[in-house]
Structures are given as C-alpha cells and as structure tokens.
C-alpha cells in the first residue's frame, strides 16, 4: 500500500507548525505588550520629566517610526538572504533595546531605545508573517496568522494589568514597567534558535534540493514542496521594483490604504486610552479600561469566526462599515451620556480588534514568493508611518479640538478604508499560496488560471 502524499499546502497540521505559530505569536505578544505597557508607562514618566503634548506623541509613536523603518528594510533584505537569519537576529535587538529603558534618564534617550525596538518589532511583521504563511498548509493558514492578531491583544490587555499593578511601587514604576517586557522578549529569542528556512524561499532561490530535504525533516517523509519552478530570476530581474509593477501595484494600493487605515485609529486610540477616557469623563477609569481590554480581547477572537464564517471581501467590507458609524457617533456623543458613550466606544473597540485579523491575514497573500517579504514589509512600513503620524497628533489633536473633532477625523479615515475595499479588495479564501498571490485576481473573482511570471506553478498531484 503506497503511503499518502501531500504538498506543503494540504500537509497534515504537526508539532513543527505549532513550533513556527508559537515563535511567530511570541514576537506579536511582545509587540501588544510593548505598545500597551508604554501607554502606562507615559503616565509617570511624563509628569516626571515635565514632558509637553510633543514629547508625549513623539514618545507614543517612536516604537511605531521604528516599525516602519524596520518592516521596510528588514522585509525587503528578507527576500535576498532568506528569512531565518533576521527571524533570529532582529530579536536580539528587540531585547537587549527593551532592557536598556531601565536605565534611562531622559525623554531623549527613551525615545531612540523606543525607535529601536519598533525596528526589531518592525522587522518581525514582515520576516515572522511571511514565514508562517509559507510553513501553513492552506486550511490553517488564515486562523494562524489571524491568531497573531489575538495574542498581539492578549499582549496589550496584558501589559495593561502589569502595568497597573506595578503602578503602585513608586516614582520609579515606570523602569519596571518597561524592562518588564524583557521577559517573553528573552524566552522568544532563546526558543527561535534552530529555526529553519523557508522552503518556499529556498525554491524561489533555486536551491529545491535543500527546500526538500527541510520540508520532509519537519513536515514528515511523505510531504513534498509541491512548487518546483524558481523563481530567482523573477527576483533578480524584478527585485524590490516588481512591487510597482503594473501587475501588483493595485496590491500593493490596496494592501497599504487598507491596512494603514485600520491601524491609524487603533494605535492612536489605545495608545492614549487613559487620556481619552479621561477625556470622556472616566476620571476613575479601571472599570471603563478593563471593559474596553475585555472587548478587545474578546473580539480579537470572535474575528477568527468571522474570517472562517465570511469571504475576506464580506468581512472586510462590513467591518469598515461598522467601525466608521462607531465612531462618528462617538463623535456626536462625546457631551453626552456616559453610558451612551461607553458603549459606542466598546463597538468600536469590538470590531476593531476583531477587523485586525484581516490586517495578518491579507499582506501574506497578497504578493508571490520572490517578494513577499516586501510586500508585506512595505504594506507594514505605509501602514506603521501612518499609524505614527496618527499617534503623534492625536494628543495635540485632542488638546486642540477636543474628543468629538479628533474622532470625527478617526472615523473619517475609515471611511477611505471601506471606500478602497470596496474597489479593491481580492477575495483570497479557500485558495493555495500561490493562488491567492495571483496578481490577475481581481477584486471578488477567483483565479482566472492565466500564466503568470510571478506565481509558483506546476504543483504535484
């Protein structure tokens, strides 16, 4: 009796794919934990060193700059010697970067280490998405990379209690706040040592020979690469420019506007969520702020419902939708009720969290192997220097216009999102990797099967 054989795509889920997710969760655990701890942290440091609403902002979004330097470069070099090494190397960085805030005595200071582990953190959304998308067989793909979303929240609503707690040790609680994102840093750098390459790189690279031998020492004897054209000489000849090619430019339009104007209002809201609650009339906001954590926590979940329940067009497009009427009501609430507000805020908060999935699971399909890293690296960097500016105004915003203003522009960002969704957005559910990078697929329709330079063909049946 022959034994079944299978390709990367249809491989049975084993222990190596839970290894891949687990590394790949902890970087986004440790991205959740830094942006909401900092956020906390902000509210003794500041006072402490007398910082101005300009401080605050540069402070809040420097981990953000660095993420669109880091996801640029780091995504880009990816796919010119391989995932592995930065997938190790940038959490190095990360590391020894967070546990040097102990130590400083200056906004100035705070602000480069901050900087630095945002281009770690950076690098990791391109090299640590794009590793898990190419290791996933195509049933478990979306919920993977879609749970980095809920452990990214998981991070955050987690830093939010630590935070908290550690609140209450003195003057220098801030310290411990932020080195105390040292801890799962440390144990995801030690654990991502002896991770392998990328098969579907080492093909595109040419080397199928050692593509193979990975896939069958870790997948299992009778799975194969299931691709065996390369595509190096697309990579050669292409590069970083087959981004602005005709044939995916409207990708990368897409992929950019779409996940930049999800992010924008999510980083700049919880990034001052004690302001804005403040703001709102909590004044006592523990029970506003546990509330809101609860509904990001629960809706980062439910999102994973909704990705297997509903097309990624459906999805997407019925997200924006609720998000933007969330928010311009917020807007037009904001002097008055309480309640009323609070329970705009956790709609929004709700479908945020749960709409975030989409932003891990579209990049990674969006681009062909030969310049996924990029793409998914540049779809990061439009989106995190938007995100960066976003949080960077948004307490001036807030302190020159007031809460109804600065919402009523939040919400008007995401009305660009579903506008652009709307016309472009690709349905990529149900298909192969190499499928759903198809860049002839058109906004809603499936593969249309035409040859295509930039796709990995030729699979084994």
């Known amino acids: 009796m022959n034994e079944q054989k299978f390709t990367i795509d249809d491989a049975p889920f084993n222990k190596f794919h839970f290894r891949i997710a687990g590394l790949t969760f902890g970087s986004s655990f440790c991205d959740g934990y830094s942006l909401g701890i900092i956020a906390m942290a902000l509210t003794v440091f500041g006072p402490q060193m007398n910082m101005n609403s300009m401080w605050t902002g540069l402070i809040g979004s420097s981990a953000l700059i660095g993420l669109f330097a880091g996801s640029l470069a780091l995504g880009r070099l990816s796919d010119r010697v391989g995932r592995q090494k ?11 970067a967070t546990i040097l805030q102990f130590f400083v005595s200056s906004p100035e200071q705070l602000f480069i280490l901050r ?3 945002g281009f770690g953190l950076g690098g990791d959304y391109a090299v640590g998405t794009t590793l898990l998308a190419e290791f996933s067989p ?5 919920s993977l990379l ?14 939010n209690f630590v935070g908290h707690y550690l609140g209450q040790v003195g003057s220098d609680s801030w310290r411990w706040m932020l080195v105390s994102a040292a801890v799962p840093a440390i144990v995801v750098l030690v654990l991502r040592i002896g991770t392998p390459e990328s098969p579907r790189w080492l ?3 040419g080397r199928v020979e050692e593509a193979r031998q990975i896939v069958k020492k870790h997948l299992g004897s009778n799975v194969e690469m299931g691709e065996t054209t390369t595509g ?13 090619s005709k044939k995916l430019r409207k990708r990368l339009a897409f992929g950019g506007i779409f996940k930049l104007t999800l992010v924008i209002p999510y980083f700049a809201i919880y990034t001052f969520l004690p302001s804005i609650l403040s703001t709102m009339g909590f004044e006592q906001n523990f029970f506003a702020d546990t509330m809101l954590n609860l509904f990001l926590l629960v809706g980062a979940i439910f999102g994973l419902w909704l990705l297997a329940k509903f097309t990624r067009r459906g999805f997407t497009i019925g997200a924006f939708t609720i998000l933007t009427v969330s928010l311009f009501s917020l807007s037009f609430l904001h002097n008055g009720s309480q309640f009323l507000m609070l ?50 105004l948004l307490p001036v915003s807030l302190s020159s216009f007031g809460l109804g203003t600065s919402m009523a522009g939040m919400a008007v960002i995401l009305l660009i999102g579903l506008i652009v969704s709307v016309a472009w957005a690709p349905e990529t559910k149900n298909l192969s990797l190499h499928e759903a990078s198809d860049p002839l697929l058109e906004a809603g329709n499936s593969p249309k099967g035409i040859d295509n330079p930039f796709t990995e063909n030729k699979k084994i049946t």
Do not use: C, D, H
């Not at 997938?87 to 990360?94: A, P, S, T, Y």
């Open 146 to 159: 879609a749970s980095i979303n809920v452990v990214w929240t998981l991070g955050y609503v987690a830093s």
């Open 86 to 96: 930065i997938f190790l190397v940038n959490f190095l960085l990360i590391t020894v």
């Open 115 to 117: 900087l630095l582990i």
């Open 203 to 205: 093909v595109s690279m």
């Open 232 to 244: 190096a000489e697309n990579q050669k000849t292409l590069g970083f420019r087959g981004l602005f």
């Open 343 to 392: 329970t705009a805020f956790l709609i929004f908060t709700f479908f945020m969290s749960a709409a975030s999935n989409l932003t891990l699971v579209y990049p990674a399909e969006l681009f062909p192997t030969e310049i996924r890293g990029s793409g998914i690296g540049m779809v990061t960097a439009i989106s995190r220097i938007g995100s960066a500016i976003g949080t960077f």
């Open 138 to 142: 195509k049933k478990y793909r979306s």
